[in-house]
């Protein structure tokens, strides 16, 4: 018998969800820094998610040498703009 929907947890709710719609499903949440609460339904498909994901999240957050970051320095300094100490 199932569990009426009021009475799970929100990883419960996300497990449910997610089961019902993917064959393979990885979950990290935290509440604390630190910690966190890992769930899935498939160890080895587990693991290839986590190392999808890392990879996904490294090269958002991450500039890698792929990205072409342009850097304009300027050269000159209007002295009306410095300020002496």
Same mark, same amino acid.
């Given at each position: 018998?199932? *569990?009426? *929907?009021?009475?799970?947890?929100?990883?419960? =709710?996300? =497990?449910?969800?997610?089961?019902?719609?993917?064959?393979?499903?990885?979950?990290?949440? /935290?509440?604390?820094?630190?910690?966190?609460?890992?769930?899935?339904?498939? /160890?080895?498909?587990?693991?290839?998610?986590?190392?999808?994901? /890392?990879?996904?999240?490294? +090269?958002?957050?991450?500039?890698?040498? +792929?990205?072409?970051?342009?850097?304009?320095?300027?050269?000159?300094?209007? *002295?009306? +703009? /410095?300020?002496?100490?």
């Amino acid at each position: 018998m199932e *569990e009426p *929907e009021e009475l799970l947890t929100p990883l419960e =709710q996300a =497990q449910a969800i997610l089961g019902e719609h993917f064959e393979n499903y990885l979950i990290v949440a /935290s509440k604390r820094p630190h910690e966190c609460d890992v769930e899935y339904n498939n /160890s080895f498909a587990a693991l290839g998610l986590c190392d999808v994901a /890392s990879k996904v999240l490294k +090269d958002g957050l991450l500039p890698n040498v +792929d990205n072409n970051l342009d850097i304009v320095w300027e050269e000159d300094i209007d *002295e009306e +703009d /410095s300020t002496e100490f």
